[in-house]
Protein backbone atom coordinates (compact mmCIF):
# COMPACT_ATOMS: atom_id res chain seq x y z
CA UNK A 1 0.00 0.00 0.00
CA UNK A 2 2.88 2.83 0.73
CA UNK A 3 4.16 1.58 -2.86
CA UNK A 4 1.16 2.36 -4.55
CA UNK A 5 1.08 5.76 -2.76
CA UNK A 6 4.25 6.81 -3.23
CA UNK A 7 4.10 5.74 -6.93
CA UNK A 8 1.45 7.61 -6.97
CA UNK A 9 2.60 10.67 -5.67
CA UNK A 10 5.54 10.40 -8.53
CA UNK A 11 2.63 10.35 -11.13
CA UNK A 12 1.35 13.63 -9.66
CA UNK A 13 4.75 15.36 -9.63
CA UNK A 14 5.75 14.44 -13.27
CA UNK A 15 2.30 15.40 -14.68
CA UNK A 16 2.31 18.24 -16.93
CA UNK A 17 1.92 21.74 -14.75
CA UNK A 18 -1.58 22.49 -16.93
CA UNK A 19 -2.82 19.37 -15.81
CA UNK A 20 -2.19 19.27 -12.12
CA UNK A 21 -4.13 22.61 -11.60
CA UNK A 22 -7.45 24.24 -12.29
CA UNK A 23 -5.53 27.60 -12.82
CA UNK A 24 -6.12 28.23 -16.18
CA UNK A 25 -5.94 31.74 -18.77
CA UNK A 26 -6.83 32.39 -22.41
CA UNK A 27 -4.36 33.50 -24.33
CA UNK A 28 -4.87 33.68 -27.89
CA UNK A 29 -2.84 30.69 -29.91
CA UNK A 30 0.76 31.88 -30.74
CA UNK A 31 1.01 32.93 -34.34
CA UNK A 32 1.72 30.19 -36.46
CA UNK A 33 -1.04 27.97 -34.67
CA UNK A 34 -3.43 26.43 -37.30
CA UNK A 35 -6.63 24.48 -36.87
CA UNK A 36 -8.30 22.42 -40.17
CA UNK A 37 -11.74 21.95 -39.01
CA UNK A 38 -14.55 19.46 -40.70
CA UNK A 39 -16.33 21.56 -42.23
CA UNK A 40 -13.45 22.35 -44.62
CA UNK A 41 -11.87 25.45 -43.76
CA UNK A 42 -8.60 26.03 -42.00
CA UNK A 43 -7.93 28.89 -38.96
CA UNK A 44 -4.79 30.25 -39.28
CA UNK A 45 -3.82 32.44 -35.84
CA UNK A 46 -1.48 35.67 -35.80
CA UNK A 47 -1.59 36.39 -31.85
CA UNK A 48 -3.63 38.57 -30.13
CA UNK A 49 -5.32 41.94 -30.69
CA UNK A 50 -3.24 44.51 -28.57
CA UNK A 51 -6.23 46.00 -27.43
CA UNK A 52 -8.12 42.91 -26.48
CA UNK A 53 -6.39 39.96 -25.53
CA UNK A 54 -9.55 37.88 -26.00
CA UNK A 55 -9.83 39.10 -29.82
CA UNK A 56 -7.43 36.74 -31.69
CA UNK A 57 -5.99 38.07 -35.35
CA UNK A 58 -6.03 35.27 -37.86
CA UNK A 59 -4.93 34.67 -41.63
CA UNK A 60 -7.37 37.27 -43.80
CA UNK A 61 -7.54 40.05 -41.59
CA UNK A 62 -10.39 37.54 -39.31
CA UNK A 63 -10.39 38.92 -35.89
CA UNK A 64 -11.92 36.19 -33.83
CA UNK A 65 -13.66 36.62 -29.93
CA UNK A 66 -11.48 33.19 -28.15
CA UNK A 67 -10.65 31.98 -32.23
CA UNK A 68 -14.42 31.11 -32.69
CA UNK A 69 -17.33 34.58 -33.08
CA UNK A 70 -16.23 37.85 -34.45
CA UNK A 71 -15.83 41.09 -31.91
CA UNK A 72 -18.84 42.72 -33.76
CA UNK A 73 -21.32 40.09 -33.03
CA UNK A 74 -23.98 41.64 -30.21
CA UNK A 75 -23.01 38.68 -28.04
CA UNK A 76 -19.45 40.45 -27.57
CA UNK A 77 -20.27 44.32 -27.82
CA UNK A 78 -22.62 43.81 -24.98
CA UNK A 79 -21.23 41.11 -22.99
CA UNK A 80 -17.17 41.60 -23.07
CA UNK A 81 -17.17 41.69 -19.55
CA UNK A 82 -19.54 38.95 -18.40
CA UNK A 83 -17.23 36.91 -20.62
CA UNK A 84 -13.88 38.17 -19.20
CA UNK A 85 -15.14 37.90 -15.92
CA UNK A 86 -16.43 33.79 -16.83
CA UNK A 87 -13.16 33.30 -18.30
CA UNK A 88 -11.15 34.47 -14.93
CA UNK A 89 -13.47 32.33 -12.52
CA UNK A 90 -13.07 29.09 -11.52
CA UNK A 91 -14.94 25.98 -13.00
CA UNK A 92 -18.50 26.16 -12.40
CA UNK A 93 -19.03 29.74 -12.39
CA UNK A 94 -21.88 31.13 -14.69
CA UNK A 95 -22.53 34.72 -16.06
CA UNK A 96 -26.07 35.99 -17.52
CA UNK A 97 -26.42 38.83 -19.36
CA UNK A 98 -29.11 40.35 -22.27
CA UNK A 99 -29.41 42.90 -24.76
CA UNK A 100 -31.43 44.04 -27.98
CA UNK A 101 -30.74 43.21 -31.22
CA UNK A 102 -32.33 42.81 -34.73
CA UNK A 103 -34.61 39.65 -35.68
CA UNK A 104 -34.42 37.64 -38.72
CA UNK A 105 -37.86 39.97 -39.44
CA UNK A 106 -35.88 43.06 -39.05
CA UNK A 107 -38.06 43.82 -35.76
CA UNK A 108 -35.75 44.10 -32.21
CA UNK A 109 -35.73 41.04 -30.05
CA UNK A 110 -34.65 41.10 -26.69
CA UNK A 111 -31.64 38.08 -26.43
CA UNK A 112 -30.54 36.38 -22.92
CA UNK A 113 -27.15 34.60 -23.03
CA UNK A 114 -26.26 32.67 -20.03
CA UNK A 115 -22.46 31.41 -20.37
CA UNK A 116 -20.65 28.66 -18.17
CA UNK A 117 -17.44 27.42 -17.50
CA UNK A 118 -17.85 23.78 -17.40
CA UNK A 119 -14.79 22.56 -16.09
CA UNK A 120 -12.07 20.73 -17.89
CA UNK A 121 -11.43 17.54 -19.41
CA UNK A 122 -10.48 15.09 -22.03
CA UNK A 123 -12.19 15.71 -25.61
CA UNK A 124 -11.34 13.52 -28.74
CA UNK A 125 -12.06 14.67 -32.35
CA UNK A 126 -10.32 13.65 -35.17
CA UNK A 127 -7.00 16.07 -34.90
CA UNK A 128 -6.27 13.82 -31.39
CA UNK A 129 -6.91 13.71 -27.87
CA UNK A 130 -6.89 16.99 -26.10
CA UNK A 131 -6.91 18.46 -22.26
CA UNK A 132 -9.63 21.04 -22.72
CA UNK A 133 -11.38 23.76 -21.10
CA UNK A 134 -15.22 23.55 -21.94
CA UNK A 135 -17.83 26.55 -22.51
CA UNK A 136 -21.36 26.38 -22.78
CA UNK A 137 -23.45 28.80 -23.75
CA UNK A 138 -27.46 28.92 -23.60
CA UNK A 139 -28.74 31.45 -26.13
CA UNK A 140 -32.74 32.23 -25.59
CA UNK A 141 -35.25 34.91 -27.08
CA UNK A 142 -37.43 36.75 -25.06
CA UNK A 143 -41.20 35.63 -25.57
CA UNK A 144 -40.09 32.68 -27.89
CA UNK A 145 -39.08 28.87 -28.12
CA UNK A 146 -36.31 29.89 -29.94
CA UNK A 147 -33.23 28.39 -27.45
CA UNK A 148 -30.04 26.43 -28.27
CA UNK A 149 -26.82 25.60 -26.63
CA UNK A 150 -23.32 25.90 -28.39
CA UNK A 151 -20.41 24.46 -26.42
CA UNK A 152 -16.93 25.33 -27.19
CA UNK A 153 -14.20 22.69 -26.05
CA UNK A 154 -10.56 25.19 -26.35
CA UNK A 155 -7.20 22.81 -26.15
CA UNK A 156 -5.71 24.20 -22.70
CA UNK A 157 -1.78 23.75 -24.13
CA UNK A 158 -2.80 26.11 -27.41
CA UNK A 159 -6.16 27.78 -26.39
CA UNK A 160 -7.21 26.88 -30.15
CA UNK A 161 -11.23 25.88 -30.09
CA UNK A 162 -10.76 22.09 -31.29
CA UNK A 163 -14.78 21.37 -31.38
CA UNK A 164 -17.59 22.94 -31.51
CA UNK A 165 -21.41 21.73 -31.01
CA UNK A 166 -24.68 23.25 -31.02
CA UNK A 167 -27.77 21.35 -29.78
CA UNK A 168 -31.19 23.25 -30.66
CA UNK A 169 -33.58 23.16 -27.87
CA UNK A 170 -36.54 23.50 -30.43
CA UNK A 171 -37.11 22.95 -33.91
CA UNK A 172 -36.27 26.19 -35.09
CA UNK A 173 -32.36 26.11 -36.37
CA UNK A 174 -30.26 28.28 -37.16
CA UNK A 175 -28.38 27.74 -40.42
CA UNK A 176 -25.07 29.80 -39.25
CA UNK A 177 -24.62 27.58 -36.37
CA UNK A 178 -22.61 24.43 -37.25
CA UNK A 179 -20.86 21.61 -35.47
CA UNK A 180 -17.51 21.03 -35.94
CA UNK A 181 -14.07 19.42 -35.20
CA UNK A 182 -10.37 19.65 -35.15
CA UNK A 183 -9.36 17.35 -38.01
CA UNK A 184 -5.76 18.47 -37.41
CA UNK A 185 -3.87 21.05 -34.92
CA UNK A 186 -0.58 22.04 -35.87
CA UNK A 187 1.09 23.75 -33.07
CA UNK A 188 3.44 27.22 -34.12
CA UNK A 189 7.08 26.15 -33.68
CA UNK A 190 8.53 27.24 -30.96
CA UNK A 191 11.06 30.22 -31.39
CA UNK A 192 14.66 29.49 -31.35
CA UNK A 193 17.02 31.30 -28.41
CA UNK A 194 18.49 34.17 -30.60
CA UNK A 195 15.71 34.66 -33.52
Not at 8 to 14: H, K, P
Not at 29 to 39: A, D, K, Q
Not at 135 to 153: C, M
Amino acid sequence: MTRLMALMGVMVLTMPAYAQTSDWRFNCPESGTVVERSTGDTVTFRGADANDPLVCLAAGGQRLVLGVWAPSDRLYVNGRAQLSSLLAGPPGSERRFDYFSLGRDSNSIHIYETWRHAGFGSVRVPAGTFDTVKLERRFDIAGTTYTYLQTVWLDRLTNAPVKIDINHLNAVMAPTLVRWEATELRQAQPRRPGS
